[in-house]
């Protein structure tokens, strides 16, 4: 889409998330001033997905540009869970990592819960651990990080002033990294919740309900105009590859929703490229700097106690 054709009302995922980089930029700067040190984050990877090179790329792309030291395990696809869990065990103990991502989906010989739930909380950027999201629903309470692409979500809200209180809220999806976490968030920002997911009934009429709709459901174009209420605002998490002759590569990506005629309803719509992808990696480098920022506080600690020892 060129510049010109782009709608109205776009929310320009691109944008929000290079303003979030920028953010996360300062501060590493002024930390690096302050302590003469960065963050970093280690991210593996295992196998050779192509789509999985492409996240990690993404990533490394995003460090180098907010000032975060990337490490990086390629470890080929019949690597044993005994060796993964101890290259996890090893980024655990390293104190110049501060964030620990296992890049998803790993093979199927893999216990990928157990080895997920190797990583430090305190290094869980992806926030994906149970106690994360466990937070994530309790209210009053805050997860020691956010979710990424969740959080993305929010965060494409708010910048584009969207008052998420009080509203209706539909989430198409349940899975344990987008669908749960992301309803938990627009609860704790006070949203009316519903949950549609593969076994709902009757989806376009709860969807019709909705002032604000995230669809994370992983089918091509699911979300259709005639579901979709006059003025609502549209979160579309999907990533699906659909078969595109007009291209060179002869694919193309689309969302979870058919743009083309739902944009036309909506008051706002994020679009796919270009929406809520580029805010995960955003919300990874936030995630990363927090929990540098945490790591510079506990050693800061560390020495106040050394002190009052020696006193
Ligand atoms: P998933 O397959 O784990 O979950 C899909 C969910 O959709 C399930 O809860 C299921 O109940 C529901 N569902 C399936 N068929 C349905 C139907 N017919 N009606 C209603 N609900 C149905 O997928 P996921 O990991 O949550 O990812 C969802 C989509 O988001 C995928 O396209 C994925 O590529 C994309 N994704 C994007 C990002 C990003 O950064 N933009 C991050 C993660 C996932």
């Known amino acids: 889409m060129s510049q010109k054709e782009k709608p109205k009302n776009l929310i320009d995922g ?100 157990e080895i997920l739930s190797q990583i430090s909380l305190t290094k869980d950027v992806d926030g994906f651990s149970p106690y994360n999201i466990g937070k994530c629903a309790m209210k009053g309470r805050d997860p020691l990080f956010f979710p990424c692409t969740p959080y993305g ?12 209180s009080g509203k209706e809220a539909v989430i198409i999806g349940r899975s344990n990294i987008v669908g749960l976490p992301v309803s938990f968030l627009l609860l ?46 549209i979160i579309d998490v999907g990533i699906n590859s659909v078969e595109d002759k007009t291209r060179k590569s002869g694919r193309r990506l689309v969302g979870d929703v058919d743009f083309e005629n739902v944009k036309e309803k909506a008051s706002l719509i994020t679009p796919v490229p270009g929406g809520v992808g580029p805010m995960t990696v955003a919300m990874l480098m936030v995630n990363t700097l927090r929990g540098f920022e945490r790591s510079l506080e506990s050693e800061q600690k560390e020495k106040e106690n050394e002190k009052e020892k020696e006193n």
């Open 14 to 113: 691109r944008k929000i998330s290079r303003q979030v980089k920028e953010e996360v930029k300062e501060k590493i700067e002024e930390l690096k001033k302050l302590h003469d040190k960065s963050p970093g984050l280690a991210v593996i990877i295992v196998g050779d997905r192509p789509d999985s090179r492409t996240y990690v790329n993404m990533k490394k792309k995003a460090c180098a540009f907010v000032g975060i030291k990337s490490f990086e395990r390629k470890l080929e696809v019949d690597v044993t869970q005994e060796e993964l869990i101890k290259i996890v065990r090893e980024y655990n103990e390293n104190p110049e990592i501060n964030g620990i991502l296992v890049q998803l989906p790993l093979p199927k010989h893999i216990d990928e819960e």
């Open 153 to 164: 979500c929010i965060q494409l809200l708010k910048r584009s002033n969207v008052e998420i």
């Open 188 to 233: 704790k920002e006070n949203a009316t919740i519903t949950i549609c997911h593969s076994r709902t009934k009757d989806i376009a009429s709860t969807v019709k309900r909705a002032d604000i709709i995230i669809a994370a459901v992983g089918i091509p174009k699911f979300v259709k105009a005639e579901w979709v209420k006059e003025g609502a605002v």
